[in-house]
């Protein structure tokens, strides 16, 4: 889930989502993005804010992983792809967990 600052929101973003959520970003009436589970008391969130210097500021914190990064970039495409790379090893409610296991060699 994806929670804009005009309260908007998107079920499971893509990449290219994401990317348009960012653009559409600035520094009057929409400053961030926050990416979240719907659920009350998330283990983790995503977030993206417009810096007054220009640039964005990525947060991203994992409670349950005791993850939590901050860093700065102005280019979005980069900002997009390292979201979804780092969403996708997050869980989503209703979303099927990822199985790890070990490959066995049957031959």
């Known amino acids: 889930m994806r929670r804009q600052e005009n309260g908007d ?13 960012i653009s559409e970003l600035n520094d009057s009436d929409n400053t961030f993005v926050v990416i979240q589970p719907d659920e009350d008391d998330p283990a983790w969130f995503a977030s993206v804010a417009v810096l007054d210097e220009g640039g964005y500021e990525t947060v991203l914190r994992d409670s349950a992983r005791r993850e939590h990064k901050v860093t700065t970039d102005t280019n979005i495409g980069e900002i997009a792809h390292d979201l979804i790379l780092w969403l996708a090893a997050r869980d989503f409610p209703g979303r099927p967990t990822r199985q790890r296991g070990t490959l066995h060699n049957t031959a």
Not at 9 to 21: G, M, R, Y
């Open 9 to 21: 929101h998107v079920d499971d973003p893509s990449e290219d989502a994401l990317f348009d959520l």
